[in-house]
């Protein structure tokens, strides 16, 4: 049964933390991303990746860090220099990064800092 | 700038009640415009990809158009269970760039 996990699906974090959010696909897709999502507001952009090993940076990269060992896996970290972490992340993947590739989502990741 | 508004933020129908979400966009190199629906808590769930003007896709109550300004998307007799966000994306030359999201709420 193919898909995106992301976990853990709720996540607390004491200020000045870093933590790792996990997403894994079994898609065989090349493409991986992560967006945040506060209410109100559109998906944004965090991180791409075309390819193992390479990754590019969205519109609100600052404060992220990612890593792209496998293409099975694109862990985000959230670092303690992001200023206002709270939000629900969604990690996605497609086929290629080629324009009208469709992104499939993963079921979210909800972080809260305490 | 590629852009993305829709329209209404929210609204309310009865159940059997048909009507249509809006989405305007504007983008450099149409690559295609896609229609995704969200429920609280959950990632968004994709519907449809259009990739040209006139393009016309159909998946149970819900019907997506394209044209070159903007996309419909029409749903006929909604249940309580189409009770969502939909969230309308457009890719040109680059990334994916979201609107805000209908939210959708069908009374029974």
């Known amino acids: 049964d193919g898909g995106i996990t992301q976990s853990p699906k709720y996540l607390f974090r004491k200020e000045g933390q870093n933590v790792t959010l996990s997403c894994e696909q079994n898609?065989?897709?090349?493409?991986m991303y992560w967006y945040r999502q506060d209410p109100g507001q559109g998906l944004r952009l965090i991180y791409y990746?075309?390819?193992?090993?390479?990754?590019q940076k969205g519109d609100i990269a600052e404060g992220y860090s990612v890593s792209r060992e496998k293409k099975e896996s694109f862990p985000l970290t959230v670092t303690s220099a992001q200023k206002n972490p709270t939000a629900f992340y969604l990690c996605a993947s497609s086929i290629g990064a080629r324009g009208g590739d469709t992104q499939y989502f993963g079921p979210g990741t909800r972080l809260t800092v305490l | 700038e590629d852009q993305v508004t829709q329209s209404p933020e929210a609204l309310r129908l009865q159940e059997g009640e048909s009507s249509s979400l809006n989405c305007s966009y504007t983008v450099s190199g149409l690559r295609g415009l896609f229609w995704y629906r969200q429920d609280p808590g959950k990632g968004p769930e994709f519907l449809f990809t259009l990739y040209s003007a006139g393009e016309e896709k159909e998946k149970e109550r819900l019907k997506a158009t394209l044209t070159k300004k903007e996309s419909f998307l029409h749903i006929t007799a909604p249940k309580p269970e189409d009770s969502a966000t939909y969230l309308c994306a457009v890719q040109g030359a680059q990334k994916l760039v979201f609107g805000q999201g209908t939210r959708l709420t069908i009374n029974p």
């Open positions: 898609l065989n897709h090349d493409a």
């Open positions: 990746s075309q390819i193992v090993n390479d990754f």
